[in-house]
């Protein structure tokens, strides 16, 4: 069973450089999420979909951009990398639709360094 | 101030112990709460879920007190393997919902 398949695992950018961070879930989930996670500030959110089609910002959004492919995949984007931007990013997907929060399942990470 | 809250620790307990963690939350319209565990550099994973009326799962017991808004998690005769770090998750919202997640309190058991 894959559950969430996240890539790359790791990735160092210069600052300014772009990048695509892929995700796919194989559960049927109806919703995606993508956080980041850095010492000491637990798991915030930066933008999430709660059904094919639609997506919706969360806490720190700035600096990303994101696409609900189809209702397996949802990817992030850094268009102008930061140094601001390293961090160890998650992607998650959830059952949920409208209903009450379900379990979360994630993918093991992607560790990110811009330099 | 931090919409969820936890103490970082770390706690160091041996083999055996009871150690117990809180979290609080600020948000009175909390609606779901969830412990998660996330071992070094992996990604984190559901333990349990939070009821109203308290809920355990063989040395795991948690319990809500909507009245003080916090959170416990009680790990009774600790093993190694529940060395980790335990992170308190907060659900709130109306029509959409919003996840939060406390930045998570380390638990070292020692031999």
């Known amino acids: 069973n894959a559950g969430v398949t996240q890539t790359p695992k790791f990735q160092v950018l210069k600052t300014g450089q772009s990048m695509t961070l892929q995700c796919a879930q194989d559960?049927?989930?109806?919703?995606m999420y993508w956080y980041r996670q850095d010492p000491g500030m637990g798991l915030r959110l930066i933008y999430y979909s709660a059904s094919e089609g639609t997506t919706d910002k969360g806490e720190v959004p700035n600096g990303y951009n994101v696409s609900r492919l189809n209702k397996r995949e949802f990817s992030l984007r850094l268009e102008s990398a930061a140094p601001s931007q390293t961090s160890v990013y998650f992607c998650?997907?959830?059952?949920?639709?409208?209903?009450?929060?379900?379990?979360?399942?994630f993918g093991q990470g992607t560790r990110l360094t811009v330099v | 101030r931090k919409e969820v809250e936890q103490d970082p620790g770390p706690f160091n307990v041996p083999e055996g112990a009871t150690v117990a963690f809180n979290c609080t939350y600020s948000n009175s319209a909390s609606q779901s709460f969830f412990w998660y565990r996330q071992d070094c550099r992996k990604e984190p994973k559901l333990l349990m879920s939070?009821?109203?009326s308290g809920n355990e799962d063989g040395r795991f017991t948690a319990q809500l007190n909507r009245a003080s808004q916090y959170i416990s998690l009680l790990i009774r005769d600790s093993k190694l393997s529940d060395s980790a770090t335990y992170l308190c998750v907060v659900l709130t919202g109306t029509g959409g919902f919003k996840t939060i997640f406390g930045a998570g309190t380390r638990l070292f058991v020692k031999a």
């Open positions: 559960m049927n989930h109806n919703s």
């Open positions: 998650a997907s959830s059952e949920d639709k409208g209903a009450p929060y379900t379990e979360a399942f």
């Open positions: 939070v009821y109203s």
